[in-house]
């Protein structure tokens, strides 16, 4: 029985040892593969590995292009099988019904050729919701407070002019420079 060597890299190198071990670290994600006595590689459940599945599975599907369909649940993905005839590929917004995926939306592909689908993607839901509570910084006005002065602004002909006013730490300020708060006086 051989030694197992032990490599811990940051990519794959063009040579590789016999019968080792090459855990890869890629950025957030890392991958694995195993050579054996030639120091030929075989991926280890790693994105080479899903990606040659998914190209595998989408080769098998007829080349004639394939629509794509948007639907809201597994249900009504699998509520277009009888009517398919052709390669589809649905996209569903909610994949929870697919014990594979615990959040988010899905794209599948209809393989006529074997009536099944075969997941391709999972896409985590994007959906960000922001309170006020939340926000750090936030000005001392209500929101709706902010809603009322935002209904209640106009426009006039001297708006540029005001807009250039502000308040800064030692008082009033036009164009970003600070306005004297005295008056120059010439001995009227």
Partial sequence: MANVQFF???????????????YVENGAYAESYVTNQAGVAKALGNSAMINALITAALESLPSSGAPVLFVADIAARDALVPGLEQAVFVLVQDATGDPTVSVGAALYAWNPATTSWL???EYESMDVQLTWAAIQGKPSSSPAQIDTAV???HTHSNKATLDLLGAGADGLTYNGQ???????TNNW
């Fill in 178 to 184: 600070p306005v004297s708060s005295s008056w120059a």
């Fill in 119 to 121: 997941k391709v993607a």
């Fill in 8 to 22: 811990k890299v940051t990519s794959l190198p063009g040579t590789l040892q016999p019968n080792a071990f090459y």
């Fill in 151 to 153: 209904s209640q602004s």
